[in-house]
């Protein structure tokens, strides 16, 4: 054999030799990695939000981006610190902080941001309502509503606006708000009533007249039509007060 075959084969050998020798290595610095995907870190990032925020989680709706790539990190137990939220009623942008940590220790901090919406229960109404009118069982109904901001100062419930009476125009498709309606008195000044005196079993009854407004359940003065005396009593009905002793 040549002496130059001699050098060709001599190098072969030596790097058959070199590829057995690096690729356990190879293997072994592999092995002692692991990946922790951007899939995984996003869900990481709702499941902190879901736990923390103080919403019904079936009432939220969470997209969180994250513009980071996998993590390739050290063999040991991984966990993801996430900063405290300051209000635990936040919705709209929601931006995180977390320290990636292997066994306690620190290796990274990441920064995500968060989309959080929330569905909420309103009153709407389906039909139209002009100012001073009554708003009746047929002119609102209860929708339900994806939003990125807390809708404030609004009913849930029908029997919070149904009898009330509209202070300004409604239009159809409306939610409405607290301060589109008010009480309508169930007594107004110089109303008839029923005086009903009450004392364990016994019931008296005798005719009055109020002398100012009053709702259900308050205390409006009443004049005693037989006597001509003032008293106090509570508001039951339109034409029903109550005395009691």
């Known amino acids: 054999m040549s002496k130059k075959n001699q050098n060709k084969w001599n190098l ?30 996003k869900e990481s990032a709702e499941n902190f939000l879901m736990s923390h925020l103080d919403w019904d989680p079936e009432s939220m709706d969470i997209e969180v981006s994250y513009n980071g790539k996998d993590l390739i990190l050290p063999t040991g137990k991984m966990t993801l610190d996430f900063g405290t939220l300051n209000n635990s009623r936040r919705v709209g942008r929601i931006p995180l902080t977390a320290q990636v940590k292997v066994d306690d220790k620190f290796f990274k901090r990441l920064r995500m941001n968060a989309k959080v919406a929330i569905f909420q229960d309103v009153v709407r109404t389906i039909n139209s309502v002009q100012r001073r009118n009554i708003i009746g069982k047929s002119d609102v ?38 301060r589109d309606f008010k009480k309508v008195p169930l007594v107004e000044r110089g109303s008839r009533v029923i005086i009903l005196a009450t004392k364990g079993p016994m019931k008296i009854t005798t005719p009055g007249a109020v002398r100012e407004a009053g709702f259900k359940n308050s205390i409006v003065q009443v004049v005693n039509l037989e006597t001509k005396k003032t008293i106090y009593a509570e508001v039951l009905s339109a034409n029903t007060v109550e005395v009691k002793f």
């Open 12 to 41: 072969v050998l030596l790097a058959i030799v070199l590829l057995f020798v690096t690729s356990p290595i190879v293997w072994a610095d592999s092995e002692s990695k692991k990946r922790v995907t951007t899939q995984e870190i």
């Open 141 to 178: 109904a209860v929708d339900r509503v994806r939003t990125e901001r807390l809708l404030k100062d609004i009913p849930t419930q029908l029997d919070k606006v149904i009898g009330q009476e509209a202070t300004r125009n409604l239009q159809t498709g409306q939610i409405i708000k607290f």
